[in-house]
């Protein structure tokens, strides 16, 4: 079992910066990509930003310019710096990661979610 545990959420106003963490834990042999996911109220998850095991990076259009996401593969982690934060960024936003337990058994797994709320 893969358990990948978000924080860095909160409540900041508009220009301000937050920047996210998510750290996987548990018994599996690798990590390929791991991400970031948003859903604000009423809208579908969507995805904000994605990175491989060997770096390469995917970002939703609107949000290159403004969000970065980088990845330590020693700590199994993921970051996503946000500046420039505007009200409609505010979602909860899940960290994703797949990979495999052993050499065939795949898992792609979601973390609880960290509340973002960027206020006016």
């Known amino acids: 079992q893969v358990q990948l545990v978000e924080s860095g959420g909160g409540l900041v106003q508009a220009g301000g910066s937050l920047r996210l963490s998510c750290a996987a834990s548990g018994s599996f042999v690798s990590i390929n990509a791991m991400g970031w996911y948003r859903q604000a109220p009423g809208k579908q998850r969507e995805l904000v930003a994605s990175?491989?095991?060997?770096?390469?990076?995917n970002y939703a259009d609107s949000l290159k310019d403004r969000f970065t996401i980088s990845r330590d593969n020693a700590k199994k982690t993921v970051y996503l710096q946000m500046n420039s934060l505007k009200p409609e960024d505010t979602a909860v936003y899940y960290c994703?990661?797949?990979?495999?337990?052993?050499?065939?058994?795949?898992?792609?797994?979601w973390g609880q979610g960290t509340q973002v709320t960027v206020s006016s």
């Open positions: 994703n990661a797949d990979g495999y337990y052993s050499g065939i058994d795949y898992f792609d797994s």
């Open positions: 990175i491989t095991s060997g770096g390469s990076t």
